[in-house]
């Protein structure tokens, strides 16, 4: 997953992406969602493949107020690149500690404390038989 060129996963989502709408239903569901949804007990979550991170921090942005810790999970090196520059030049989450980890899921080793919240977002269907036990140590990092 070190690809540097144009058949990087990053740039192939780019272009895919271009030819939908998910991005315009995505946020007409996030406005949805913070209507209904209370997450400001969210102190700190993990986001599974977040690819260059977009989505998920726009739902941090709008639904986790008082969110202070961010780690990413990304094995895709290009998306890492994006992701990373989203989080340091638009200063998009402020006050916001961000950590990112650049492997996948069942590479990953964990966090240091329990985090409140994991974030699959478009990535769950990735699962294999060792990525679903990564979901299960994902739960057992959980606090609730
Ligand atoms: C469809 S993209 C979703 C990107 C982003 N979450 C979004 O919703 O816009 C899926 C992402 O999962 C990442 N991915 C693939 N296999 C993975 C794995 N085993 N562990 C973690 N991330 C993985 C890919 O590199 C890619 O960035």
Redesign the pocket.
């Known amino acids: 997953?070190a690809a540097t060129d144009d058949s990087s996963?990053?740039h192939l989502?780019a272009e895919y992406?271009e030819r939908d709408n998910?991005d315009s239903v995505?946020l007409s569901v996030l406005d949805d969602l913070a209507a209904k949804l209370d997450l400001d007990w969210v102190r700190s979550c993990v986001?599974?493949?977040?690819?260059?991170?977009?989505?998920?921090i726009e739902f941090a942005r709008r639904l986790l107020p008082n969110l202070t810790r961010f780690t990413a999970?990304?094995?895709?090196h290009e998306?890492v690149k994006a992701l990373r520059s989203h989080f340091e030049s638009a200063r998009q989450l402020p006050g916001v500690e961000t950590t990112i980890a650049e492997?996948?899921?069942?590479s990953?080793g964990g966090v240091q404390k329990p985090v409140d919240l994991a974030?699959?977002?478009?990535?769950r269907?990735?699962s294999?038989p060792s990525?679903t036990s990564?979901v299960t140590l994902v739960g057992n990092c959980c606090t609730s």
């Open positions: 997953m996963y990053r989502l992406r998910f995505y986001a599974f493949g977040t690819g260059s991170g977009e989505h998920e999970v990304e094995p895709d998306s492997t996948c899921v069942e990953w974030l699959f977002f478009n990535a269907c990735f294999t990525t990564g």
